[in-house]
């Protein structure tokens, strides 16, 4: 298994973090309702933790399937 660089990491960190605050800030300065915003924050939260659990599924998806060829290697 190949192991993630620390200048990926960063990058994927700092961009992260950027499109987070790009999009906080801009549902900040909405020219709308509170009630508004608050679903737009709403939505935004769901689609990163959603984001999140995705990934999460995909690479325990991948690890499953590493195994499996390394079983499949020794038989």
Request: hydrophobic letters at 50%; charged letters at 15%; glycine letters at 6%.
């Amino acid at each position: 298994m190949t192991k993630t660089t620390y200048a990926f990491f960063l990058q994927s960190a700092i961009s992260f973090g950027a499109a987070f605050i790009f999009v906080v800030g801009g549902i900040y300065f909405l020219p709308v309702d509170g009630w508004i915003r608050a679903f737009l924050c709403l939505g935004a939260l769901y689609l990163v933790t959603s984001s999140f659990s995705l990934a999460k599924c995909v690479r325990d998806q991948q690890d499953v399937r590493a195994q499996e060829i390394r079983v499949e290697a020794y038989r």
